[in-house]
């Protein structure tokens, strides 16, 4: 049974920086694409970053050059660096699990509040 577990979400300043974590378990880590997601309030949710079992990794316009996502495939961790924070960032952050970028996540966990403060 697959579970992730993410940790690391709170409340930042603008310009401020968190490191989300998200621990895996139940499922073969180091070949799955690991990734982060996120919903606003009023809105749908959104790819924010992925990462490939190769290390390839893809990220939202909005995020670039903001958040770098990695993975330690030794601890089944995934992590997402976010500097630069905006009010625009404010959401409940779900890391997810699946086979590639470009299809649906299989597996999600049960979502980390971020919240930035202007």
């Known amino acids: 049974q697959v579970q992730l577990v993410e940790s690391g979400g709170g409340l930042v300043q603008a310009g401020g920086s968190l490191r989300l974590s998200c621990a895996a378990s139940?499922?073969?880590?180091?070949?799955?694409?690991m990734g982060w997601h996120r919903q606003a309030p009023g809105k749908q949710r959104e790819l924010v970053a992925a990462?490939?079992?190769?290390?390839?990794?893809s990220y939202a316009d909005s995020v670039k050059g903001r958040f770098t996502i990695s993975r330690d495939n030794a601890k089944k961790t995934v992590y997402l660096q976010m500097n630069s924070l905006k009010p625009e960032d404010t959401a409940v952050y779900y890391c997810?699990?699946?086979?590639?970028?470009?299809?649906?996540?299989?597996?999600w966990g049960q979502g980390t509040q971020v919240t930035v403060s202007s």
């Open positions: 139940g499922m073969f880590f180091s070949l799955r694409t």
């Open positions: 990462i490939s079992g190769d290390g390839s990794t």
């Open positions: 997810t699990a699946g086979a590639s970028i470009v299809r649906a996540p299989e597996s």
